[in-house]
Structures are given as structure tokens and as C-alpha cells.
């Protein structure tokens, strides 16, 4: 009896080994399974998201270029997505070296992305996340001139499950102007004779401040160095504000831009500048010229207010060229408002803004001006638009 037992648990012990070598057996034919190259010898990588894919939320101005390619010239264009689980890596492309972006996760404070020329990879944050999962906000700091900026996708590795990401806000402004509008030299701090492009930083732009004070979507269509006549070397045959404000990428006529897409609640015009430097123009000739741009503003976005900005960088005190020109430019904007109420178009309004002085080494505001212009336009929106 106890040789049967024996010999009993023999066969038992015998029986477990034999399945415990078969689970075994099992696990590696299914790891070899899941690491079994495919045609081509290639093991299955992650999964490419292309860049128009509907999880993906754009605020700003882009262009399609094929199926995985969508292309950003103008600064302050925002791209939102959520994500959780193992970290995606953004495919991103420049034209130069010298695009840069601002990138957010969950709010916290953004962080400096340098987009080299040619494509590039971005990794993101993994681990525990809220239930939300990870939001991320990637935002494009410099403007055209200093390289058209792309957007390939996403690479998701097992594991990595993208969400709807929170949605934009419902209000909404449109920031039509030239280099201080694009938070150009923003960054810059007296007496910083630095130069880089990394100076530029839309995101802390006046109109960006008060998309943010407001809780709205802002499109920043602006150019460094146009105007709404001629740019700053005097020049009329580039694309100033009249050539650029339809278009996806200011310097491509072809790239048309849907203003049926995107209706501001209020149009922010910051052009005179330029249009100023060097001889000033003839007043009747520039209040007309206004006057025709505004009438193609008007048509594309027939329901917003229209708030015309004096120029920052023009100096107030009396006897100098400066205030000539703030003169000069002030005279113009009550001429094209006249022109507009005449018209039958009574939501336009001049908004004054101070000097603000730049630093030692450049006229162009700095962040904390550039809060200054937002704390001055701040009551003239809320006004115009009843928020």
C-alpha cells in the first residue's frame, strides 16, 4: 500500500512537470508569436497617428500637406491632445534651425522645444496619470520668417491609448498685425543684446494674454516686419496684411484658409507700425486703404467687433518724430471708423495704447509690456463683445 502511494505520487509529481514544461512550451510559442518579424523581416513598431486624426485639437491657422503632414506658419498655433499609458512620441518637422515651441503637460509650466531642421522626435512624459490622463498643449513660439513649422503625427507604443482631450474654449479672437502681435524679442531682458529666435514667444503675446484672461481661443494671423500698405523697408510688393490675412501660411497664395472655420468674436487690428517707418504716408491714402481692408475683414467675419490698435512702440512726448507718428496714425483710425460708421458699420472702435519703451537695444515690447498692452485692451473687448 505504501509502494502504491509511492509510486502514485511519482506519476502525479511526473504529470506536473509535464504540464508545467507544456505552459512553458505554450508561453514561448506565444512570445515568439507576438515577436514573429513580419513580411519584410520588420517587427511590428508603434502605432503611427496621422496629424489630422479628430483626437487631435488645433487652435491657429494650418495647412494639409498629404495625408501625415500638417504645417504651421503663423506663431501661437496650439496643438491639444490627452494621452495615458506609455509615453507617445510627437514626429515634428522644420524647415530651419530655428523653430521653437512651448510644451505644457497638465498644465504645469511649459517647457522649451527646439524643432531642428528636418524632422524630429519628441518624447513624452509616461507613468501614473488622473483619470483625464495626460494633457498636452504644444504651442509654436516663433513666426514664419523664422521657419515653417510641421506636425507628422504621433507614434504610440503598446500600451498607449489616446483620449478626447478637454475642449477649446467657445470664445474666440482673431490678432491681425505684424512683429509685436507675433511676441517677437519678447523674452528679451534689458540690457540682453541676445538675438536668438528663441527670444520670440507668442504664448506671452498681448493677444494670447487675453485669450487666456478671457477664456478664449485666439488666431494670431500676423507677420514680423508688413504692414497693411508696405513693410518696414517701405516695400508694397511683399505680402502685407491685405495679401496675408486670407491665407493658411502667409508667404503661399495657394494656401487658402476657410474663414468660415473659425468666427472671432472680435478682430484685434495692430498695423501702422511699418506702414510708418522711414517717410509717413499720405493720411487720405492710408484711411482708405484701412477702409478697403476692413471691408474684406468685415466680409469674412460679419459678426465681430472690429478694434483698432494704436502702435506701442510711437513715443507721446510732444515735438518728436514719434509723436508725429502716433499723431498721424491716430488721425487715420477716427478717419477709417467715420469711413466704416458711414458705411452702415458701427462695431469698430479705436483702442488707445501707451508707449511701451522695449529695451536699450531694440523698440520691440517685452513680456511685461506686453501685459501692459493686454491690462489697456482688457476693458475695450469686454465692451465690444459683452463678456
Not at 518624447?123 to 494633457?135: D, E, I, K, Q
Not at 507700425?273 to 509717413?280: A, I, P, V
Request: hydrophobic share 40%.
Amino acid at each position: 500500500m505504501e509502494l502504491g502511494q509511492a509510486r502514485l505520487g511519482t506519476h502525479f509529481q511526473v504529470v506536473r512537470s509535464t504540464l508545467r514544461t507544456m505552459g512553458l512550451l505554450l508561453a514561448a510559442a506565444i512570445l515568439f508569436a507576438a515577436a514573429k518579424p513580419m513580411e519584410g523581416g520588420q517587427v511590428p513598431g508603434p502605432l503611427r497617428v496621422p496629424p489630422q486624426d479628430p483626437r487631435f485639437l488645433w487652435m491657429g491657422r494650418v495647412a494639409a500637406k498629404g495625408e501625415y503632414e500638417l504645417r504651421l506658419g503663423y506663431p501661437g498655433v496650439t496643438l491639444r491632445f490627452a494621452y495615458r499609458g506609455p509615453a507617445p512620441t510627437l514626429l515634428l518637422g522644420a524647415s530651419t534651425a530655428t523653430c521653437y515651441f512651448n510644451l505644457t503637460c497638465n498644465g504645469w509650466d511649459p517647457v522649451l522645444i527646439h524643432s531642428r531642421k528636418g524632422r524630429s522626435e519628441v518624447l513624452l512624459p509616461s507613468g501614473s496619470a488622473p483619470a483625464s490622463g495626460w494633457v498636452v498643449e504644444l504651442t509654436r513660439r516663433t513666426e514664419n520668417w523664422q521657419g515653417v513649422a510641421s506636425f507628422h503625427g504621433l507614434e504610440l507604443p503598446p500600451g498607449c491609448e489616446l483620449l478626447a482631450p478637454p475642449p477649446l474654449p467657445e470664445r474666440r479672437l482673431l490678432v491681425i498685425g505684424d512683429s509685436i502681435s507675433c511676441g517677437d524679442k519678447i523674452d528679451r531682458l534689458p540690457p540682453d543684446f541676445d538675438e536668438s529666435p528663441r527670444n520670440s514667444n507668442a504664448p506671452r503675446s498681448y493677444g494670447m494674454l487675453l485669450g487666456h484672461w478671457l477664456g478664449a481661443q485666439v488666431h494670431l494671423v500676423a507677420v514680423g516686419g508688413r504692414g497693411l500698405t508696405r513693410d518696414w523697408r517701405g516695400r508694397s510688393d511683399v505680402a502685407n496684411a491685405p495679401q496675408f490675412f486670407p491665407r493658411a501660411l502667409p508667404e503661399e497664395p495657394d494656401s487658402r484658409w476657410d474663414h468660415a472655420s473659425y468666427q472671432p468674436d472680435a478682430v484685434l487690428i495692430g498695423l501702422g507700425t511699418n506702414d510708418f517707418n522711414g517717410t509717413l504716408p499720405e493720411a487720405s491714402g492710408f484711411m482708405l486703404a484701412y477702409d478697403r481692408f476692413l471691408i474684406e475683414v468685415r466680409k469674412a467675419h460679419p459678426k465681430a467687433a472690429l478694434i483698432l490698435l494704436e502702435s506701442p512702440v510711437f513715443g507721446e512726448e510732444p515735438g518728436t518724430l514719434d509723436r508725429q507718428k502716433r499723431d498721424l496714425l491716430r488721425l487715420c483710425l477716427d478717419g477709417v471708423v467715420a469711413l466704416r460708421k458711414t458705411a452702415g458699420d458701427a462695431r469698430v472702435i479705436v483702442a488707445p495704447l501707451h508707449k511701451q519703451p522695449g529695451t536699450a537695444s531694440d523698440a520691440h515690447p517685452v513680456a511685461f509690456q506686453h501685459e501692459q498692452i493686454a491690462r489697456e485692451l482688457l476693458p475695450v473687448v469686454k465692451v465690444m463683445t459683452g463678456w
